[in-house]
């Protein structure tokens, strides 16, 4: 059992377990509701947060998670440097 720090991929990994759907899928249905236009996110936190609590189903951490791979693929200042450098060396990739 590897009880490292939690990674991207991990998280990414348990989130597709729990839902059965990708972080892509994802990031397409945050398009058809409206909170992502133009390749940027427009909704609210809580509203998002809303959304990944109320209809995937998920905790408060993965869909705090969830709302920084949004705005991470989009391009958001709303990550910092932190969270970014985190989010490459640990499995995110761009797509």
């Known amino acids: 059992m590897n009880?490292?720090?939690p990674t991207f991929k991990g998280y990414a990994e348990n989130i597709e377990a729990k839902?059965?759907?990708s972080l892509a899928e994802f990031w397409r249905q945050a398009i058809s509701k409206g909170f992502v236009r133009n390749g940027k996110v427009v909704a609210e936190y809580s509203e998002m947060m809303k959304w990944f609590k109320s209809?995937?189903?998920?905790?408060?951490?993965?869909?705090?998670?969830?709302v920084m791979y949004l705005r991470l693929r989009a391009g958001d200042s709303k990550v910092s440097p932190?969270?970014?450098?985190w989010?490459?060396?640990?499995?995110?990739?761009?797509g």
């Open 3 to 5: 009880v490292g720090r």
């Open 19 to 21: 839902t059965g759907r």
């Open 55 to 66: 209809e995937a189903g998920l905790g408060h951490v993965h869909a705090s998670f969830m």
């Open 82 to 85: 932190a969270m970014r450098k």
């Open 87 to 94: 989010a490459y060396s640990t499995g995110y990739r761009r």
